[in-house]
């Protein structure tokens, strides 16, 4: 076997890897889940943007009602009041929300299903993927769940998820179930892609690996979730004390949110491949004792025709066997004279530069793309429309940081003869050079495995990078639980592959390709499906990962059985360090030429509107910086402001019912009733250190809050201030910019998360 034929070998195993992860083919059958019939669904709900508030979310909720009924469910409207669950600064999220419960009951239950979806869109987007494809997802399973199941089966259609996750909050906080809950939550984040089961609570990842039919999971990327501000409604139960599984597709991210996350541009194989999942595992869960402890199972990962699982306590002891085994290497390769100690650790440590090269690279590239094309500076998820020249651009350069790196190891510790050494007739031993390492004996083992010459200069990186791997491994394991696995398998199966390889001399190769095989399974895929979240984020994670896969890859171009192949090697070599970066770039240039923006892939444009109808002065705002003015016309929201046409607007209107002073502290009662029709009012205080009731929730100290979905008789809040005389602006959002005279949107622009607000200042003085 040459080393093209394993190169190419491990390249196959990973296109097999990603195909087995792609979505499903849509189906239209009339039994299990069709794609097909839920996109009907889709396309009802996405008819247009209903964020919560809006008349238009009002139909989709009465359509939902209406399809839930008549599959025979006990069908009622969760009315409540929901607050964002997370403390954060600024004015807190507060609304009025109507979920959607829909609960079929068990035979004999243990506890209760639930499988929730937010029915509400972001201002602006049709959401078919945030959230249509959800909601549709548990229309459909609701159609075919088995009959006289076990346990209670829960559909749970939240509201005001956008706002920040209020009906789950809502829900959660005034529903307290007895015995087990378990929650499959389903998501997206763009319109296409593999279905990721990317977060769960409690020991379910059993249910999930053995239950659903295109797994798609891994505890790293969960772990990593734990630690991030990124949140669903999921995060809501879990701090309820649920169990359950976060699932959801993010590719297409350049679509989230946007006027064309629409019925067209969903992925109908990603609607299918989440509605398979949601069937069979709510099946499994629902037929089976709640009560019952799981196998708690915390480490688990997705391969070619399943999902490995193993118990947390494993992760550890796996880490720490890879390290011992990729020891055990270097000190082999030492007695054989092949690496030397210092090297190799000094080869980790420039492995170790080389991969947060690698990283910087990848968060670099986004940036680099903003200033060669201004526009992108406003695509919200940081991925363009066509992002895959791009995304061949970051890998090639990362082989090119890789290729360089590996060179200035060669020249740092290659020793420089000032003559060349003597010809060496055939099977016989080069006298060593002073301080440099013995060349193995053509023929034997040693040179059999890994050559002599350019090759032999390869194995010192190859080991340095192993040690790195697994010194990854043995921290992801001690800081980072669940996260591990996709350093430490890689390790522990290349050390195995290249020890064997050591003994076989004919087989070596072999040996090399099989030991790498978890290498290219895990973080191949890893490299390539992070991508999917888009170029800003993703290249972060993809480039390092690749970055180490190449690394890995060292041992197979060290191999040189004979040593004519040596004298090819050097020479290709520096063209291939030549043709890379020119090729990066070449690939750059072509994504700049690919992905134009047109009537089909519009330029995303953010901006927001605010009047003061009391001075009659109105500002544009755009992300990106602050203005002076920002804050009297934006709030706590940093904006750059322009001048801006006066519109004619109203700001809600703020009524005193009770002003009470006592000992240095003031208690205002107001009412904050809106202008008219509005999806949210709300209002600040100037004064540090209020204490803000709503609605009947506490909302503790705060600087104000945003309430959504306001009924129309208006919002009594109680606001506990220090005494004397109280500033408060009081303002209305609402989602229409065609009311702005003189608003027009640029050519092939379209607008993202469309926002007007109206607003005033008061200085309420105490009552005498």
């Known amino acids: 076997m040459s080393r093209f034929i394993s190169l190419f070998v491990l390249a196959a195993l990973l296109a097999v890897t990603l195909v087995d992860l792609a979505p499903p083919a849509p189906r239209s059958s009339t039994t299990g889940f069709s794609a097909t019939r839920a996109l009907g669904d889709v396309k009802e709900i996405a008819k247009a943007p209903h964020p919560t508030g809006s008349p238009e979310n009002d139909r989709v909720r009465e359509h939902l009602v209406r399809r839930l009924t008549a599959l025979s469910l006990d069908t009622r409207v969760h009315e409540s009041v929901g607050v964002f669950p997370i403390k954060h600064d600024g004015l807190a999220s507060v609304g009025r929300v109507r979920n959607i419960v829909a609960t079929r009951p068990g035979t004999a239950s243990t506890g209760r299903v639930i499988l929730a979806a937010h029915y509400d869109s972001a201002p602006g987007a049709p959401g078919a993927g945030d959230d249509g494809a959800g909601i549709a997802t548990l229309l459909e399973v609701a159609r075919t769940l088995p009959q006289n199941l076990r346990n209670d089966v829960i559909f749970l259609l939240t509201d005001a998820e956008e706002p920040g996750l209020l009906g789950a909050e809502a829900f959660a906080r005034d529903n307290r179930f007895d015995g087990p809950v378990v929650v499959l939550n389903h998501e997206a984040r763009g319109v296409r892609g593999t279905v990721q089961m990317f977060r769960s609570a409690g020991p379910l ?406 009047v003061d109808t009391a001075a009659k002065e109105a500002r544009w705002g755009r992300f990106g910086g602050v203005s002076a003015d920002s804050a009297r016309f934006f709030g706590d929201v940093d904006m750059v402001t322009s001048p801006a046409p006066v519109a004619p607007l109203r700001a809600p209107e703020l009524t005193v019912l009770k002003d009470v002073t006592s000992g240095g502290t003031r208690t205002l009662t107001v009412r904050l009733t809106p202008a008219g029709p509005a999806p949210a009012v709300g209002l600040g205080v100037g004064k540090p250190g209020a204490k803000i009731t709503v609605a009947g929730r506490d909302l503790g100290e705060r600087s104000g809050f945003t309430f959504h979905a306001p009924p129309a008789g208006g919002v009594e809040a109680t606001l506990v201030v220090p005494a004397g005389e109280t500033q408060i602006r009081i303002f209305q959002h609402a989602y229409d910019m065609s009311v702005i005279p003189g608003y027009r949107l640029p050519a092939e622009t379209m607008q993202m998360r469309p926002l007007t607000t109206a607003f005033l200042t008061k200085i309420v003085a105490p009552a005498r």
């Open 205 to 610: 990842a059993e249910v999930y690996g053995s239950a659903a039919p295109h797994p798609s999971a891994d505890s790293a990327f969960a772990s990593l979730m734990a630690v991030m501000p990124n949140n669903t409604d999921f995060h809501v139960f879990d701090q309820a004390g649920w169990t359950g599984l976060d699932s959801a597709f993010i590719g297409g991210g350049a679509y989230y949110h946007t006027p064309l996350d629409d019925p067209a541009h969903l992925d109908p194989g990603s609607l299918q491949q989440m509605g398979d999942n949601a069937l069979a595992v709510a099946t499994a869960l629902a037929g089976r004792d709640l009560r019952a402890p799981g196998s708690g199972a915390s480490v688990f990962f997705t391969v070619p025709g399943g999902m490995i699982r193993y118990p947390g306590w494993l992760e550890i002891p796996v880490a720490a066997l890879a390290l011992a085994l990729v020891a055990g290497l270097i000190v082999l390769l030492r007695r054989r004279g092949q690496v030397t100690l210092p090297r190799t650790l000094g080869a980790a440590g420039l492995s170790l530069v080389t991969v947060v090269l690698a990283g910087a690279w990848g968060y670099a590239l986004w940036p680099l793309l903003k200033v060669l094309r201004p526009d992108y500076g406003a695509m919200f998820t940081g991925d363009p429309y066509r992002p895959w020249w791009y995304q061949a651009a970051l890998l090639v350069f990362v082989a090119a940081i890789v290729l360089v790196c590996v060179v200035l190891f060669r020249r740092l510790t290659t020793p420089r003869l000032a003559t060349p050494p003597p010809a060496t007739p055939a099977r016989s031993v080069t006298p060593p050079v002073p301080g440099s390492v013995t060349p193995p004996v053509p023929g034997s083992p040693v040179s059999s495995s890994h050559g002599g010459g350019d090759e032999r200069s390869l194995t010192g990186p190859a080991a340095g990078a192993l040690l790195l791997v697994a010194l990854l491994g043995l921290l992801s394991a001690l800081l980072l639980p669940g996260g591990s696995h996709g350093f430490a398998w890689p390790a522990l199966f290349a050390a195995l592959g290249w020890m064997v390889s050591l003994f076989l001399p004919r087989g070596g190769l072999v040996a090399l390709t099989l030991g790498l095989v978890p290498a290219a399974v895990m973080l191949g895929s890893t490299a390539l499906t992070s991508l999917d979240i888009g170029l800003r984020i993703g290249g972060v994670i993809s480039a390092p990962h690749f970055a180490l896969l190449l690394l890995l890859l060292l041992p197979i171009l060290a191999f040189a059985p004979r040593r004519r192949t040596v004298m090819a090697f050097a020479p290709r070599r520096r063209t291939v360090l030549a043709v890379l970066p020119v090729a990066a770039v070449a690939l750059i240039a072509a994504g700049l030429v690919a992905d134009r923006f047109d009537t089909a892939h519009p330029r995303q444009d953010a901006v927001a509107y605010a």
